[in-house]
């Protein structure tokens, strides 16, 4: 006998499978490995519609304000391939083509009466993590049930800051997607809706928590999509779906009236930024959300237009081969696989014969910065986690079991300054390495190479080792996310007689196998100090530029 | 028989005395009202040196930036008056002239090699409130004892990162002015060195807990002082002590290893900002440290320059008249007495004057404001207080003991979390009333007069209501001090027959007696929204060129 709280996900599941038009189901074979090689032979979307989806989203942007596309057809294109992206993967909450179309089909009418677009991303239909709220025009919202039981049925009464200035910016909405129960997991998988897979390999997980957007826009189901990150969130989803992604600094992009686990936890922000297939779409993003001037509605957001000058000493600079850069392939606590290992020395590479300086990184107390965030983490004992999963009765989902400690208690207000304390201590002595690495050799660095996990892509239910991204979160750093390469099997063989430095580098350790992994997409972080957007951005887009060269003759 | 805790408040008294050169002691006469009526006439300052001590601290850098004055002739002149200050009012916790003119006499040897000075604040004596931390050069540094007697003998080991910043923009350091016990209170108290008390009048207090430096710098021992505000501590004594100051919003000027009350406490922020005689002094302060790039120390500054676009726009506006501007009078809770009320009308009037238009604003819930600020500051349910007092014994002071409740609880982390939640809900509803104002009127909003407190001045003991400062704290919004008038027993009548509007109302309302209070300055500030700091002192620069130019026939 199914309980009230299966019932209440199967209805959940039936109203989102209801949500796919009859004519776009499609039967997935179930002995297929890899979404990615089917997808495209789905008999679905027209040639021209299957010509837009690969379509970057500044190109479309620029061909929807010069009226060569209208936003109708591409919003009905990336439905599609949404609605073949859910089925495929299993990356949906909410998916709503209708309104979709008459919204813009309401921006075509815009353009047509005025001659111009209505804002930057007019008529981009813009993929959002189930974390966004939407109000509907004259009617209430969508559900953001953010993969709670306890939470289906609650409807969004207004839109999310972010939602209101992508909308004004000229935005389409037409999905709400996945994302793990609370949030605070590696990879996506809820009662409502199971597991998201990877579309590479669907033994591989696709990441979390913005999993969904990684399957989503991975599969072209979307262009841009919004994630967020307070332990790695965008990152890791990005790099296991050979996506750009960022993580902005707290304050860059307006998270106000978001639905978020733990809200009001200030500690550690988690903070929200797109995923693409390009640093310049991550740009377009960025530019179009701050255009709005987000930090009129949401006291977070801090009043810094985007910094064109930042990026363009960059750009001076990479052009002279000048970027002083930094890496590290290890954190000293967790060895990473060797396909994130090569994909750290193929940038070094790479970048070190455009003639840019890349020196050794030695990573400071990345442990005591693990060690701090998780604290913060569960610092109310798992009481807001327990609370919403109680609500309904449902299970904790494996990722979060392995996180959970049943006698951990709550950590007390002054125990939670301590924990401010020795987090802002921290983020300036960090500050003074950079300093002091700067004063050693002599010059500005311009950023810090890493890896964003210590796997490439991971099997389910063996996410273990966030340390990666989460002292970053601590750090509160920019973080930008580079697709690199994918892992190989004849390439990138298993350490032999490997000695672990403790538990967890065992547990990571013996997850490896270059069978298994074969194919698994790779990606490093390009890491800046907080509030480097621009800088980390442009850092990130000429790395890209670098490997793309290296790879063509 | 003395206490343990009252001998070692003795001997740290001792020391403080001792501190003062013996030829620049005097003797304080029990009978004087007023200080600064005396201050002038002790004999000490050559005509020279009583010349310098009058000069803008932007005159002041000029002058020692193209040699017309040594730091060293500088340094002893505000030394001498210091000296005579922390005499006449007890506004010092410690005081190290030989260590300063060291100091000075270094800056004039830089100066004399290179033919330049180190950077824009050059040789100028800049005085500290006792939260400071002054590593000195070769040894170990000052005492950081911030009024609590457990303290007493903690060295500073270190430079805060403003000390630091200062120090590379040529500062010269020689005394931490006094604060209350707790820092949380609105007048300076404390057991170690007792009452400081207002240069105006002995028996209305200097405002707290920046008290020290406001009764020094109004006495022109110092030029521009630095304090600090979480609930006004910056903004009350500037307005006690007719002096301009800022409160910056968080994040601008780095308060990274000073030491406070309920370190990690990072739910309403304290602030660091200077306290000064005029708008262009505390712009001289604000550029200076921006000037050194504090972001590269401090995680917690934004990496955001001094904006000279924002304050030229505003200039702009000046010249024709365009400033558009709101005012309020009364939070709706207390009613301010009537030198404030008068003073806001003059500001007012004086705008409209000059073309400028000035709006009725209407109080966004502030009573909401002051109970959440009000529940952050005793989260810990008094823990922190309890200890650092409880340390030594010594009890609580009168100020403290209004607010403390020795049955609170603390909160837990998720009550925490639930006021983060509601302090950001409630900062971006009153973005929408900035927003909604606007789009009533047609046109940008400049920014906010209201009141500072709801008395000029107070009788010791006498500070109740804080929410004119700690609704704009709860808010984080930049606000500036502007000195207006003074209180006029013959203009300023109480009120006949007032109903209060709540308890508190009525036990502020009863405080005021035009008799008591003649002669007490009045301020208004200027508010503007969280990192306004640019376009909101540019506003107060031009509200006290009017209120210069009114004066004027």
Redesign the interface.
């Known amino acids: 006998m199914a309980t009230d709280w299966e019932k209440k996900a199967a209805a959940a599941r039936s109203k989102l499978n209801e949500s796919i038009p009859q004519d776009w189901r499609r039967v997935i074979p179930d002995n297929h490995v890899a979404a990615i090689d089917h997808v495209a032979s789905c008999d679905l979307l027209t040639t021209r519609e299957a010509e837009i989806i690969q379509m970057s989203a500044t190109a479309l942007v620029a061909d929807l304000a010069n009226g060569r596309l209208k936003s109708a057809e591409v919003t009905i294109a990336f439905c599609k391939r949404a609605a073949l992206a859910i089925q495929w993967t299993n990356c949906g909450h909410q998916f709503f083509p209708d309104e979709a179309l008459s919204q813009a089909k309401q921006l075509d009418e815009y353009f047509e009466k005025h001659g111009k677009p209505i804002g930057p991303l007019h008529g981009l239909p813009i993929s959002l993590k189930d974390q966004l709220r939407i109000k509907v025009r004259n009617t209430i919202g969508h559900e953001t049930h953010m993969g709670y039981i306890s939470w289906i049925g609650r409807i969004d009464e207004e839109d999310s800051?972010l939602t209101a200035m992508l909308r004004k910016a000229g935005a389409v909405f037409y999905v709400k997607t996945s994302v793990p129960q609370t949030l605070m997991t590696g990879e996506t998988f809820n009662h409502i809706i199971g597991r998201t897979v990877n579309p590479r390999n669907k033994a591989w997980s696709c990441g979390g928590s913005s999993g969904g957007e990684g399957a989503m826009v991975s599969l072209r189901g979307g262009v841009i999509g919004i994630g967020t990150d307070i332990g790695g969130s965008i990152r890791i989803p990005a790099a296991f779906n050979f996506l750009y992604g960022i993580r902005p600094s707290h304050?860059r992009i307006p998270y106000?009236?978001m639905a978020n686990s733990?809200?009001?936890?200030?500690?550690v922000h988690s903070v929200v930024g797109p995923m693409a297939h390009s640093a310049s779409d991550l740009r377009l993003l960025m530019t179009s959300v701050l255009n709005e001037q987000p930090?009129?509605?949401?006291?977070?957001v801090?009043?810094?237009p985007w910094r064109v000058h930042e990026e363009e000493a960059i750009y001076r600079k990479a052009r002279l081969g000048n970027l002083s850069l930094a890496f590290y392939e290890n954190d000293g606590s967790v060895q990473p696989h060797p396909p994130v290992v090569r994909a750290v020395d193929m940038v070094v590479s790479c970048l070190e014969k455009a003639g840019h300086t890349v020196r050794s990184w030695q990573p400071y107390r990345h442990d005591l910065a693990v060690s701090l965030v998780g604290r913060v983490y569960v610092?109310?004992?798992h009481?807001?986690v327990s609370h919403e999963t109680g609500a309904s009765g449902e299970p904790l989902i494996p990722n979060v079991v392995d996180l959970f400690d049943p006698d951990l208690s709550?950590?007390?207000?002054?125990e939670?300054?301590?924990?401010?304390?020795?987090k802002?201590k921290y983020?300036?002595e960090?500050?003074?390495k950079?300093?002091e690495f700067e004063a050693t050799h002599g010059g500005e660095l311009d950023a810090i190479i890493a890896p964003v996990a210590a796997t490439a892509c991971v099997r389910h239910n063996q996410y273990r080792y966030y340390g990666y991204s989460t002292a970053i979160n601590l750090?509160?750093w920019t973080s930008v996310v580079v697709p690199v390469t994918f892992a190989d099997k004849d390439v990138d063989k298993a350490i032999p007689d490997y000695s672990p430095l403790n538990d967890m580098d065992g547990l990571v350790h013996k997850e490896y196998d270059a069978e298994v992994y074969h194919g698994a997409p790779v990606a490093i972080q390009v890491l800046g100090?907080?509030?480097?957007e621009e800088k980390t951005l442009a850092i990130a887009e000429e790395i890209g530029r670098l490997l793309d060269s290296s790879l063509t003759p």
Chains 1, 2 share one sequence.
């Open positions: 800051v304050g106000g009236k733990m809200e009001g936890q200030e500690t930090w009129l509605y949401d006291s977070k801090i009043p810094m610092s109310d004992g009481a807001d709550a950590v007390n207000v002054n939670l300054w301590d924990l401010q304390s020795q802002w983020q300036m960090y500050l003074q950079w300093l750090l509160d100090r907080r509030l480097s």
